[in-house]
Structure formats: structure tokens, C-alpha cells
Nanobody, 126 residues
Framework: QVQLAESGGGWVQAGGSLRLSCEAS?????MAWFRQAPGKEREGVAA??????????WYADSVKGRFTISQDNDRNIVILQMDNLRTDESAMYYC????????????????????WGQGTQVTVSA
């Protein structure tokens, strides 16, 4: 059983930055960040393979160039650096993990993940 613990959420003004961390209890091949605002579906934000050459990452179009997902190589921690945040990005942010490999076209689909953290709230004010 994989356990995930997120941290780093909080309040920030529009245009500001936040850094989210997710510590996993074990190694997982695919790690991702999702977000869900009240009344909306959970959407994929960023995902990466934690093994393999280059550790490629994928992003939702809305966050490309502003968000960066990365891994702390010494620990099972995945980080989401969020810059130039917008007010419509206020949501609960969740870390997700899949022990097995999946096709890159599925990395931002929430149904593909086996394990989820409790979430961390991000609030962006005008």
C-alpha cells in the first residue's frame, strides 16, 4: 500500500508562486498532480515518469510554461513548482501515484492512478 503526503499549499496573490511537495512511502513509476475546484471535475495538471532516461514530464496546456514537476532524487518526493498563478487555479491539489508504467497519453487521466493523497488547498486571490 502506497501512502502519499502532500504539503505546501496555501494562499497567494495572483501572479505569485507556490511549491507543492508529495512524499511517497515507496517507489512509483508514474507520479502526477491533479486539482479539483468545487463543482468541477478533477483535472490533470502535471505528470512524470520517475524512472527512465530524462524523466520526461507532461503538462496540461493551461499550465505549460508556468508549472514544473520534478523529483527529489534522494527521496521519494515529487515537487510541483507553480509560478504566475491565476485566480481560477484555486483548488484542492492532489498527488497521485501508479506503481506501474502507463502510456504517456494516459498520464493526466485520474482514473489511471491507484493511490491518492489527501490533498492540499491552494487559494489564489486577485
Amino acid at each position: 500500500q502506497v501512502q502519499l503526503a502532500e504539503s505546501g499549499g496555501g494562499w497567494v496573490q495572483a501572479g505569485g508562486s507556490l511549491r507543492l511537495s508529495c512524499e511517497a512511502s515507496g517507489s512509483n513509476y508514474c507520479m502526477a498532480w491533479f486539482r479539483q475546484a468545487p463543482g468541477k471535475e478533477r483535472e490533470g495538471v502535471a505528470a512524470m515518469y520517475t524512472a527512465g532516461r530524462g524523466r520526461p514530464a507532461w503538462y496540461a496546456d493551461s499550465v505549460k510554461g508556468r508549472f514544473t514537476i520534478s523529483q527529489d532524487n534522494d527521496r521519494n518526493i515529487v515537487i510541483l513548482q507553480m509560478d504566475n498563478l491565476r485566480t481560477d487555479e484555486s483548488a484542492m491539489y492532489y498527488c497521485a501515484a501508479s506503481p506501474g508504467w502507463m502510456d504517456w497519453r494516459r498520464l493526466l487521466q485520474p482514473t489511471r492512478y491507484d493511490y491518492w493523497g489527501q490533498g492540499t488547498q491552494v487559494t489564489v486571490s486577485a
